[in-house]
């Protein structure tokens, strides 16, 4: 590790050998609002620093003053008084303390807060751990397919730092393992960052756990907390995000789980490891737990919200198997669910004065999505009208099957490998969440190529929670075919496929035997030519088991025209 350290830094000392200021950790950006942002850059010596920026490519109207920080200090720059829904290009300028040999850094971009009205895309990726298993090239290509897909922010959903993990000879983790990592990972997320904002939600190798903290300055859940928040800038409490408010010994604000909106939606990232302690095990599952803070902050924030889509995203379930494992399966238990390892009722006894298990203040709430990371695949679950999305790696090159599903107690769902990240459109209308494959150039064949959207669904306006004609379909091209994975009986999934040969508005229907509509799986929904397949859980409009027997399904396209065909459940 050392040895690649010093070959990277002498490549860097080279790279700018032209300047008297070394450009250390380049332009990241991070707290989007209505009306500001911040971006953040690293020198390896002191430097003057100023933004310059404006509405029109080249065209800089506005600049801030001149900036001096210390070398090795994080230079933030916040650009204030901005106008809401607006589309920036900005570049950094850097310079000696003394005015001389200033730097003109490449032209950027970022996007102010949306209006209700507006649409929107937002990127989730999950765990790239940059460890012995990840392909950083592929990694790269990821971030690079992220980049083009004009997104307004990233959200990562954590396993980056992986310092707990990283132990000496003495079998303890150093403290300078955590600035490398830092500096490591942070050169990824700089790829695309410089015009997505980044935003982190604590994964279980950041070292923040609870049982990690003893209460003095030196531990790793402190150490990582203040070297993440020198590298990485997550949002704190203010005018426009709201979250941790605490003064944490040796630490300060946190910055570990927020809230904002924007467009028609809520975004909620939550934390469930600094208030986990001691470390919880396969029979003590209910030690996994927000903390009442965090708890009552999450019901406050979720309550005082009348986005259209509410998102809730954390690393993994608070709860879940001895690892924290696990999506709808577990669902039921400890603080998310309610219930004890065996079943029992557990709530009133384990969080007495909370008011309700996670998963119940979500479905009182309308909670349409919680993104999750952990368990390193795609799996799309739904319970009690809530997706539960787990998140693909951007860094690994396991593309066939994901092994781990079941052993990770995935039994239901849709299961696809890895790699590549999440594109989750909003509009007025709907969420659309799509899988967006990366594959290095050696790595594509004749039917997966770079930037394939492998899995798609809707979650329309009106949808699970407020009405019985919706259903949560979910389409995937079926050139993939050989990467699914069908954790259930097949009785128990039915999948629909069908061909366009030109882009068209579908319709897809399931009615009984007496022409009485069971489900709608899609709601006169915009697809490109393709080859596409729809999965059918057997479900009716109320998401509840219909009897064996006939059914039919009835396809239709934007004229009118119809096809369909027989199936037959037997479970
Ligand atoms: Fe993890």
Known sequence: MKKIFLFAALIFVFSNASNAQNLWRSEI???????????????????????????????????????????????????????PNTQYFYRVNYRKPNGTGAVNRPEHSFQTQRPTTDSFVFIVQADPHMDASSDTALYRVCLQNQLKD?????????????????????????????????????????????????????????????????????????????????????????????????????????????????????????????????????????????????????KQ???????????????????????GRGGVEYADKYEWGGSNLDGTPGWATNRPGWYKPLKDLFAENKVNIFFHGHDHFYGQ???????????????????????????????????????????????????????????????ETATRHNGDVVATYFINAVNCYDSLNTGSPMIWNSNYADEIVYPNPFQQQTIIEFNLKNPDAVTLDIIDVNGKLVRRLMDNETLNIGKFQVMWDGKNFNQADVSNGTYWYVLKNRNGENKSGKIVLIR
């Open 29 to 83: 950006l991070g707290r989007p609002m209505d009306n500001g942002i911040t971006m953040q850059l690293i020198f390896s010596d002191s430097a003057q620093v100023r933004v310059q920026y404006g509405t029109a490519s080249g065209v800089y109207s506005n600049q801030t003053n001149w900036q001096t920080f210390a070398d090795s200090v994080t230079a933030e720059i916040n650009l204030t008084g901005l106008t």
């Open 150 to 298: 004009k997104p307004d922010f990233m959200i990562d959903l954590g396993d980056f730092l992986m310092t707990d993990k990283l132990l000496n000879s003495s079998h303890v983790v150093p403290f300078d393992t955590i600035p490398y990592r830092c500096n490591l990972l942070r050169s990824k997320y700089e790829i695309s960052c410089h015009s997505v904002p980044l935003f982190i939600a604590l994964g279980n190798h950041e070292g923040e756990e609870g049982w990690y903290n003893n209460g003095t300055a030196n531990n790793i859940a402190v150490w990582d907390a203040q070297q993440r928040k020198k590298y990485f800038p997550n949002p704190f409490p203010n005018s426009f995000y709201t979250g941790d408010t605490s003064n944490t010994p040796f630490v300060g604000a946190r910055e570990s789980f927020y809230a904002w909106q924007w467009g028609n939606a809520l975004f909620v990232v939550i934390d469930p490891y600094w208030y986990t302690k001691p470390k919880p095990d396969s029979l003590t599952g209910w030690r996994w737990t927000l903390g009442k803070m965090q708890y009552d902050w999450l």
């Open 301 to 323: 924030t979720l309550e005082n919200s009348n986005a259209k889509f509410k998102y809730i995203f954390a690393h993994q379930i608070v709860g879940g198997d001895r690892e």
């Open 381 to 443: 679950q739904k319970k009690d009208c809530m997706i539960y999305q787990e998140t693909p790696q951007p860094s690994l090159p396991n593309f066939n099957y994901p092994n781990s599903a079941a052993p990770y107690g995935y039994l239901q769902g849709l299961i696809l490998g890895n790699t590549g990240h999440l594109r989750v459109s909003v509009t007025p209308n709907y969420t659309k969440v799509e899988y967006v494959k990366a594959y290095r150039p050696s790595q």
